[in-house]
C-alpha cells in the first residue's frame, strides 16, 4: 500500500511542478546574477541556495532560489531568470531546475505505482 501511495505522490508532484512552470513560461525571461549565497544545513552537508540580483522594468530587483544544490554557486556568475506576468515569484530557469524534478517525478511515480498495484495483485 505504500508503494501505491508513494507512487501517486510522486506522479502528483511532477504534474504540480511541470504546472508551476507553464505558469512562470508565460512571464518574460532577463538575465540575472548572484550575488550571495544562502547556505541551509542539512544532514548530508549544506545546501546553498542562490540570492539573484536582476532588472525589471527600470528596477533591480533580488530574490533567493527555491532550488538549492550541494556545490555552492559561483558569486558573480550569470543565470537566466523566469519573471511571471502577475504576482508570481522569479526564479532561475536553468535546465537542472526546470526538467530534471518533473521528469523524475513523472517517470518514477508511475513505476512505483505499477509496483504497489503489483503487489496487491492489481496489476
Same mark, same amino acid.
Given at each position: 500500500?505504500?508503494?501505491?501511495?508513494?507512487?501517486?505522490?510522486?506522479?502528483?508532484?511532477?504534474?504540480? =511542478?511541470?504546472?508551476?512552470?507553464?505558469? *512562470? *513560461? %508565460? !512571464?518574460?525571461?532577463?538575465? !540575472?546574477?548572484?550575488?550571495?549565497? %544562502?547556505?541551509?544545513?542539512?544532514? +548530508?552537508?549544506?545546501?546553498?541556495?542562490?540570492?539573484?540580483?536582476? +532588472?525589471?522594468?527600470?528596477? %533591480? *530587483?533580488?530574490?533567493?532560489?527555491?532550488?538549492?544544490?550541494?556545490?555552492?554557486?559561483?558569486?558573480?556568475?550569470?543565470?537566466?531568470?523566469?519573471?511571471?506576468?502577475?504576482? !508570481? %515569484?522569479? +526564479?532561475?530557469?536553468? &535546465? &537542472?531546475? *526546470? =526538467?530534471? !524534478?518533473? &521528469?523524475?517525478?513523472?517517470?518514477?511515480?508511475?513505476?512505483?505505482?505499477?509496483?504497489?498495484?503489483?503487489?496487491?495483485?492489481?496489476?
Amino acid at each position: 500500500m505504500f508503494m501505491l501511495a508513494f507512487g501517486c505522490l510522486l506522479l502528483g508532484c511532477g504534474v504540480a =511542478h511541470e504546472y508551476i512552470w507553464r505558469v *512562470r *513560461r %508565460k !512571464g518574460r525571461r532577463t538575465q !540575472g546574477r548572484i550575488v550571495a549565497v %544562502k547556505i541551509v544545513p542539512d544532514t +548530508e552537508g549544506p545546501m546553498y541556495f542562490p540570492t539573484v540580483e536582476f +532588472e525589471w522594468q527600470g528596477m %533591480k *530587483r533580488t530574490f533567493t532560489s527555491t532550488y538549492g544544490s550541494s556545490l555552492p554557486p559561483e558569486i558573480g556568475q550569470r543565470v537566466e531568470v523566469m519573471v511571471p506576468d502577475g504576482m !508570481g %515569484k522569479p +526564479e532561475v530557469c536553468s &535546465w &537542472w531546475n *526546470r =526538467h530534471v !524534478g518533473t &521528469w523524475l517525478c513523472l517517470v518514477l511515480g508511475p513505476l512505483i505505482l505499477m509496483e504497489g498495484l503489483r503487489q496487491l495483485g492489481w496489476w
